[in-house]
C-alpha cells in the first residue's frame, strides 16, 4: 500500500522567499515520487519526477526536490518565489517497473501556495 | 500535439439522473486513467485502462459508475444514477509508456449534483 502526506493546506510566502512544500510518503516498493501543480482553471501539470535516478532531481520554474529515503521525504523547493508560483501543488507516489500491481498515483492532499508582494 | 482533452467542462445535473463524462488523451497514448477529487479531499484513482482493456479497476467506488474504452481511443465515465457525494472533479490522464511513470492530466470536469 502506498500513501502521501503533504504537511500544511495552505502556505503563505512573500516574494523572493524561499518556497518549501513539505510531502512525505509511504510505499512498501521502491517509488516514483511526483510534484504537480495546479494553476486556476487548468489541468495538472508534472513539476518533477523521481525515478530512481539522482536523488535531486530539478524541475520546471525553477522548483526542485530531494528524495530522501532515510526519512521518507520528497520535498519541494524554490529558492525565490514569484507571484506567477501561486497554486495548488501536489505529492503523488506511483510503484516502481518492476511492480506489477498498481500503476496509478496516489496524491496526497495538496499544498495551495500563497504568494504576498 | 494536443493535450488530453475532457468534455464537458462542467455538469450540473439532479440527484437521480445519468451523466457521461468524456476523455480523449493524447494520440498514440495506450494507457489512460481516470481519478477524482471530491471537494477538500485528495485525488483519488478510478480505474485504469490498457488499450481497451481495464487494467485496475480498484478505485471504482460502486457500480453506479461505468467506464469503458471502445477502440481503444477516447473513453467515457458513466454516472447512473448520480448521487449528492459524486460531486467533484473527473480528471483524466494519459501516458504513452509506464516507464518513467509520467502521466499527462487533462483540465478535468466539474460534476454538480444537486
Known amino acids: 500500500a502506498q500513501s502521501v502526506t503533504q504537511l500544511g493546506s495552505h502556505v503563505s510566502v512573500s516574494e523572493g522567499a524561499l518556497v518549501l512544500l513539505r510531502c512525505n510518503y509511504s510505499?512498501?516498493?521502491?517509488?516514483?515520487l511526483f510534484w504537480y501543480v495546479q494553476y486556476p482553471n487548468q489541468g495538472l501539470q508534472l513539476l518533477l519526477k523521481y525515478t530512481s535516478a539522482a536523488t535531486l532531481v530539478k524541475g520546471i520554474n525553477g522548483f526542485e526536490a530531494e528524495f530522501k529515503k532515510s526519512e521518507t521525504s520528497f520535498h519541494l523547493t524554490k529558492p525565490s518565489a514569484h507571484m506567477s508560483d501561486a497554486a495548488e501543488y501536489f505529492c503523488?507516489?506511483?510503484?516502481?517497473?518492476?511492480?506489477?500491481?498498481?500503476?496509478?498515483?496516489?496524491f496526497g492532499s495538496g499544498t495551495r501556495l500563497q504568494v504576498q508582494p | 500535439e494536443a493535450g488530453v482533452t475532457q468534455f464537458p467542462s462542467h455538469s450540473v445535473i439532479e440527484k437521480g439522473q445519468t451523466v457521461t463524462l468524456r476523455c480523449d488523451p493524447i494520440s498514440g497514448h495506450d494507457n489512460l486513467y481516470w481519478y477524482r477529487r471530491v471537494m477538500g479531499k485528495e485525488i483519488k484513482f478510478l480505474l485504469h485502462?490498457?488499450?481497451?482493456?481495464?487494467?485496475?479497476e480498484s478505485g471504482m467506488p460502486n457500480n453506479r459508475f461505468l467506464a469503458e474504452r471502445t477502440g481503444g481511443t477516447y473513453s467515457t465515465l458513466k454516472v447512473q444514477p448520480a448521487e449528492l457525494e459524486d460531486s467533484g472533479v473527473y480528471f483524466c490522464?494519459?501516458?504513452?509508456?509506464?516507464?518513467?511513470?509520467?502521466?499527462?492530466f487533462g483540465p478535468g470536469t466539474r460534476l454538480t449534483v444537486t
Open positions: 503523488a507516489v506511483s510503484g516502481a517497473p518492476m511492480d506489477t500491481g498498481r500503476r496509478a498515483l496516489t
Open positions: 490522464a494519459s501516458s504513452q509508456d509506464w516507464k518513467g511513470g509520467e502521466q499527462y
Open positions: 485502462f490498457v488499450k481497451e482493456s481495464k487494467q485496475d
Open positions: 510505499s512498501s516498493v521502491p517509488p516514483y
